[in-house]
């Protein structure tokens, strides 16, 4: 099915790219742009979606111009196979240069990239995220410091951001305003899913093999803050995404973390003392049960942020019935009395109301009414990555998500049969050699077409994919968007599962000149240049 899947996907690009705009993205060839990066994730009797259970989260891809030619450039995170960067020679055109800028990272699974002047020199340098088989070597995340002429030197034990755990995402702000950058680094839980959910205060004992970290920076050396700054650092804490905004306008940056599976979502109010309250119960009334990507932006350009998080509820009804379960209202009831709040299966769209008391005994905190349902974003399947952005040019921030998963771990029927210890045994005895991998071999592969989402400028928004030439069916992760060419639109590029890359050009400019677009690049001082 893979190889079925790439050619006719090939094929399409090819047809689509030849001179044809009518969409509005030309998703364009790797003969072309040069990327050929494919995030091939093999599944083997000793590594598999049974003995690590993130194997098919897929790998992050981030853009930044490396070396300040106005050009932006592209990395990819690869589980399996090495990283890839590719340096932007212009007019879709780039070169991979992983093995001369000294990135090559086979035998280590990556997960997310972040790009960040770190050390405040003007040159972006790269934090790459890792995970994998706990069992594997090389876990430590790496931080590859901008030597200035395309090459980078690890040096994240130097800076102390070398963390093991199973990390998926990092984001660097300058959360006490101090003049550089901090960070914040996402994990995702060592601990088995398990027993722990509906018990009582999980979240507040602190996880000696892992937890989420906040990271005051000290002159380029990280010092963990996390218990000091009231950040949860937890075995429950499954995190799949996080994201930096100011939502109650001070002018000091909130946090957004998205778990998955049981825990609730964090909203950290910063405090501008160094320290931050977790407030969603105060703020947020319902959230998505499994949350996975998440993006903070302005959807009706009222000047407050607003908060949008993907969860695994499909569109369609069949889908629904074959690969979703939901909660019962007593389990419902059990999380609520042990504190893990209104959670249901489906995307949810915060809007940001301003400052405003939900509970007028509770001291006035920003206030977000859920309208996902409202707004036709609730149901995108299983998805990933969350980006809010104008992509036609419009003057409104669309909505992009990155979507599907390799194998259907959630298929009704398949759990039904692997329930079924007779037929259980009855496979592994047949399969003295490869028994896990023939029970995976059965779990069902089905190929799903991302989302685009027109903001319609009225709280409500339309899937264009189809219509915007997004709708290539595949295994999505990662997702990022740059302005790659300078035309002034915003192009995409998406990191797949076994299957190549989408590298995406944005025809907007071409097709609605009308539509303006203005760019600024920021100069600032001290150690913050960017």
Known sequence: MISICTIAMFSGCHSSYSGNTVKLFDLIPPAITGIDFSNDVKYTEELNAYTFRNFYNGGGVGIGDINNDGLPDVFFCGNLKSNKLYLNKGNFKFEDITDKAGLNSAGVWSTGVTFADVNGDGLLDIYVCKSGDLKSKNRNNS????????????????YGL???????????????????????????SMRSVGNYDLVKDQRNIPDTLGGNKLYRNDNNHFIDVTTKAGIYSSKIGFGLGVTIADVNKDGWQDIYVSNDFFEKD??????????????????????????????????????????????MLPETEARVKTKTNFENWDKYQSNLANGYYHQFVRNVLQLNQGISPIDATKIPEVNFSEIGRLAGVQATDWSWGALITDLNNDGFKDIFVANAIFKDLTDQDYIQYTANPDEVRKILKQEKDGGIKKLIDLMPSNPLSNYAYSNNGDLTFTNKAKEWGLDQPGFSNGSAYADLDNDGDLDLVVNNVNMP????????VQQHPENKFLKVILEGEGKNRF
């Open 501 to 508: 890359a989408f590298v995406y050009r944005n025809q907007s």
């Open 143 to 158: 931080l590859y410091i901008n030597n200035g002429n395309n090459t980078f030197t690890e040096r994240a034990a130097e």
């Open 266 to 311: 964090y909203l950290y109010i910063n405090n501008k003392n160094g320290t931050f309250t977790e407030s969603l119960e105060n703020c947020i009334r319902e959230l998505s049960m499994n949350s996975m990507g998440a993006d903070i932006a302005d959807i009706n350009n009222d000047g407050y942020p607003d908060i949008y998080v993907t969860d």
């Open 162 to 188: 070398n963390s093991l755990g199973l990390s998926t995402h990092a984001e660097f702000f300058d959360y006490d305003h101090d003049g550089d950058l901090d960070c914040y680094l996402l994990n995702n």
